[in-house]
């Protein structure tokens, strides 16, 4: 039998840890993984994470990276936090895999992919809508012809983070400073879902942001925090084959739908039905994938093939689900030497596209952007 791959976490708080609820159930259901060492900031969440997922537990990420049975460090800590971490890390000489996003900007991702070249050790993206099993049919039907030529997409969904209130944990998401918001977490998450998907990005792009709750309650305390990040985010342009291709983000669940993508082509049309943008996590649970082709004159339900489930039965819906379908891809390419799971490089390519959408927004000029090297 192949060794486990053993792995070290960053960011293992259990009450509020992204990383809690869905890489730590994730990682130890998977036989391809053994979690060998957790780190939290503080003494008395390190104790209650030991007690709690039954793993070795260090204060602060130097006893992660010195332990002699980790192979693959996973930095799941708050983006303002990623540079510092991760550049211990890299030094180490460690294989890592980082939630999205990279830096706390393209300037600081390119910094770190540089680093980790220098390193020459392997890098992986929290990119997880990618491995979604409803998202991979979806692009296993339009890579084989189901719709026919891409005429256009469009895709609407909800955001809860951004609502009327606020959980305290994710309050420091209101202060663009941080570099974790709707636009860098949420839209970017669905546009990379979009580009993986087609199989073909945007060429240009135009954009409107707005701030519709510029007061935010926290859930908690009711304290009132002002937002300085958008809460309303709609982009647009053309794809590479001409088809034209739009994205909006909107904060706030609806009473009506909250995630509908439509793809329509000249021979058929696909509809991805959800319940939020979320699709990396699927958090309400996984979306409805329907079709038409044809003569069909409506969608129906497509029957998802077991072949792109990879994970055990017992990883039930819910944010683990794709979270282990993406660490089983991580788990192939390091013992096949693949690169099927987004790598740094890949992830300044997609930030330097964030970064041209906002310019977009700002300017209200259409903005082009390197279609082909975010495809790479």
């Known amino acids: 039998m192949t060794e486990p791959i053993g792995v070290g976490l960053i960011g293992a708080n259990p009450r509020t840890a992204w990383a809690a609820f869905a890489h730590i159930p994730a990682l ?100 997880q809508a990618r491995s979604s099993p409803p998202l991979q049919h979806m692009r296993e039907l339009i890579a084989d012809g189901y719709v026919g030529r891409v005429l256009s997409t469009s895709m609407v969904g909800t955001c809860w983070v951004y609502g009327a209130s606020t959980m305290a944990n994710n309050a420091y998401q209101l202060q663009k400073a941080n570099g974790a918001s709707m636009l860098t977490i949420q839209v970017a998450h669905a546009y990379d879902a979009m580009g993986y998907v087609l199989g073909q990005e945007l060429s240009d792009v135009v954009a409107s942001f707005a701030t519709v709750r510029p007061q935010v309650t926290v859930e908690e305390t009711g304290e009132t925090l002002a937002s300085e990040v958008p809460d309303q985010i709609a982009l647009s342009g053309v794809l590479e084959g001409g088809g034209v291709a739009s994205l909006h983000v909107k904060g706030g669940l609806s009473r009506a739908s909250n995630m509908q993508w439509v793809v329509s082509g000249d021979e058929g049309d696909l509809l991805l039905d959800g319940t939020g943008i979320h699709l990396s996590t699927d958090d309400a649970g996984p979306p409805r994938l329907l079709g038409a082709r044809g003569e069909a004159t409506a969608v129906e339900p497509l029957e998802l093939p077991a072949k792109h489930r990879w994970i055990p039965d017992e990883i039930g819906p819910g944010p683990a689900q794709n979270v282990a379908q993406h660490y089983a891809l991580v788990a192939k390419d390091l013992r096949e030497g693949t690169q099927e799971v987004p790598s740094f490089a890949h992830a300044v390519r997609r930030q330097t596209q964030i970064e041209l959408i906002d310019g977009a927004n700002a300017s209200g000029e259409r903005r082009a952007l390197d279609a082909a090297a975010a495809t790479a």
């Open 28 to 127: 130890q259901a998977l036989p391809q993984f053994e979690l060998r060492a957790l780190a939290t900031s503080r003494p008395e969440s390190a104790a209650e994470a030991e007690q709690a997922f039954g793993v070795k537990t260090y204060v602060g990420h130097e006893g992660v990276l010195s332990h002699p049975g980790v192979d693959l460090v996973v930095v799941a800590v708050r983006t303002p936090n990623h540079k510092a971490v991760l550049q211990d890390v890299l030094a180490a000489g460690k294989d890592v895999y980082c939630e999205w996003p990279l830096g706390n900007g393209a300037a600081e991702a390119a910094e770190l992919n540089a680093a980790a070249e220098q390193a020459g050790v392997r890098t992986f993206m929290g990119l």
